[in-house]
């Protein structure tokens, strides 16, 4: 899923960049992204990323802080 999504995103930021439809076109995917960015869901999603980076950045803190060390990890 996560594949796909970022197919989309990155197939959707390409024609936003390339295109030569003008600035009208522009300016009209412009005005979509900004409602689904302010829509629910995607607020839901910022908050939910949110919070998993502020959970992984006290992980990290902990265990830098426990006197844990890097492993070196060997490939075979």
């Given at each position: 899923?996560?594949?796909k ?15 030569k ?42 265990g ?13």
């Amino acid at each position: 899923m996560r594949f796909k999504t970022g197919i989309v995103v990155g197939f959707a930021t390409g024609y936003v960049m390339g295109t030569k439809a003008g600035r009208y076109r522009y300016d009209q995917i412009m005005k979509v992204v900004g409602r689904l960015w302010e829509s629910a869901p995607a607020g839901k999603a910022r908050a939910q990323a949110s919070r998993l980076v502020d959970e992984a950045t006290d992980r990290f803190r902990n265990g830098a802080h426990n006197g844990s060390e890097a492993r070196a990890v060997t490939l075979p």
